[in-house]
């Protein structure tokens, strides 16, 4: 059963730093593209950032580039999101998610609960 579990959101202000992490398991984790979506209240669920397997090739949402960095630990079988320069556009709920196969797309197979983002101006 595959199991993605995501940690580190909370609350900031803006220009603030916050750092999420999603622990993966019942997966063999290397294989599998990885990624962060994000949904805001009223809005369509969005790609917020997307990596392949061995973390050589990366998408990034246009609102996000420069600020964000995904990152991946196959080892501790965990994906990372760096956010810096938080926003208050920023503010949504942020779900970790994988993929076996074609990473830079929509849907993904799998989805972690999610993990709240709130930035204040």
């Known amino acids: 059963q595959v199991q993605l579990v995501e940690s580190g959101g909370g609350s900031v202000q803006t220009g603030g730093s916050l750092r999420l992490s999603c622990a993966a398991s019942?997966?063999?984790?290397?294989?599998?593209?990885m990624g962060w979506f994000r949904q805001a209240p009223g809005k369509e669920r969005e790609r917020v950032a997307q990596l392949s397997p061995r973390g050589t090739n990366t998408y990034y949402a246009d609102s996000v580039k420069g600020r964000f960095t995904i990152s991946r630990d196959n080892a501790k079988n965990t994906l990372y999101l760096q956010m810096n320069s938080l926003k208050p556009e920023d503010t949504a709920m942020y779900y970790c998610a994988a993929d076996g196969a074609n990473c830079f797309k929509y849907d993904y197979l799998y989805w972690g609960q999610g993990t709240q983002v709130t930035v204040s101006s």
């Open positions: 019942g997966l063999t984790y290397s294989y599998y593209c």
